[in-house]
């Protein structure tokens, strides 16, 4: 392509220019966004599957833009991930995830944390002060971490893995099943949860891998002793899919999509007297 000269290059300059300006862009607004109180937590309703009982939320990180309305954090999170900026906007999540988890009843608030947070120094204090702070019982905060935090350093990542567990915290494996996924994961790291990657659950009906893949990783939970959350659940027929497969547990818009925390109450009651 490059010997045929200016040409393609021309075609393709100006867009790949565009974006690396559109990103720069957003880095920049990124960077006073916690200060302008641009953030705010959604929360989405996570059910035990026997007993269609309300388990908890999840905290799902949500960007408004003041020029450019919502962003997903899909596209922002990779962006504060590079910079470093996630360890302080991690933080907030997290302090005002246990804020609002601590007038609810008795059930948990789950919080994602990047591989880079997993990695940064003090994660485990950081984390003690908030539960403090927040005055909420260790029991009902859960963690969820991608493999990507487990790649580098199994030593320092196993001694942290304990080090919140023995905090009495609960910590789950997410979007598992994607990436680098791998079975010796689920024996080397101390995981309460796995999280099945919704991709496997959105292709249930058409996909008889899909199928072998969920009812495996369902089986091996049961196993080993750990619960298996299938993401994604959308329709009655993937509930029951799900349910049949084996997993224990379920996250998807079929229960609920997730709400401001505001909505949470009501939220309960709904789902308290399915
Ligand atoms: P995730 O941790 O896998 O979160 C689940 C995502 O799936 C959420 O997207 C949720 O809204 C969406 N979802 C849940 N049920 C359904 C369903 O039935 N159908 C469909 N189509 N989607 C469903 P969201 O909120 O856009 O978040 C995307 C990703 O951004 C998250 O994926 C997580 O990786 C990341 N993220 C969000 N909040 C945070 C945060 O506070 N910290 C970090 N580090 N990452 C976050
Ligand atoms: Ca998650
Ligand atoms: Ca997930
Ligand atoms: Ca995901």
Redesign the pocket.
């Known amino acids: 392509a490059k010997a045929k000269g200016r040409g393609a290059y021309q075609l393709f300059e100006p867009e790949m220019e565009e974006e690396a300006r559109s990103r720069h862009a957003l880095e920049q607004d990124l960077r006073g966004a916690l200060e302008a109180r641009e953030f705010h937590?959604?929360f989405?309703p996570q059910m035990r599957l026997d007993s269609s009982e309300l388990t908890g939320f999840?905290?799902?990180?949500?960007w408004k833009h003041p020029s450019r309305g919502f962003i997903?954090?899909?596209e922002f999170?990779p962006i504060?991930?590079e910079n470093g900026l996630?360890v302080p906007?991690?933080e907030w999540?997290?302090r005002s995830?246990c804020a609002t988890a601590v007038s609810w009843p008795d059930v948990t608030v789950a919080?994602?944390?990047?591989p880079?947070?997993f990695r940064s120094r003090g994660l485990v204090a950081m984390v003690t002060s908030a539960l403090a702070e927040a005055g909420l019982p260790p029991r009902r905060l859960e963690l969820?971490v991608?493999e990507t935090a487990l790649l580098d350093d199994s030593e320092a990542t196993i001694e942290i893995l304990h080090q919140l567990r023995a905090l009495g915290i609960r910590v789950s494996l997410?979007?598992f099943g994607v990436g680098y996924s791998s079975l010796s994961y689920l024996r080397k790291f101390p995981f309460d949860r796995i999280?099945i990657?919704?991709s496997f659950?959105?292709t249930l009906g058409e996909s008889p891998e899909s199928v072998a893949i969920v009812r495996t990783i369902a089986s091996l939970g049961s196993v080993l002793g750990v619960e298996t959350t299938a993401?994604?659940?959308?329709t009655e027929e993937q509930l029951d899919f799900v349910r049949e497969c084996g997993c224990t547990a379920v996250?998807?818009?079929?229960f609920g999509?997730?709400c401001l925390a505001s909505e949470v109450s009501r939220t309960i009651e709904t789902l308290t007297t399915i």
Do not use: F, M, W
């Open positions: 937590l959604v989405q999840e905290a799902l990180l949500r997903s954090p899909a999170i504060a991930e996630i906007i991690g999540v997290l995830a919080v994602n944390l990047s880079v947070q969820e991608t997410d979007d999280k990657d919704r659950v959105g993401e994604g659940v959308e996250q998807g818009y079929y999509k997730p």
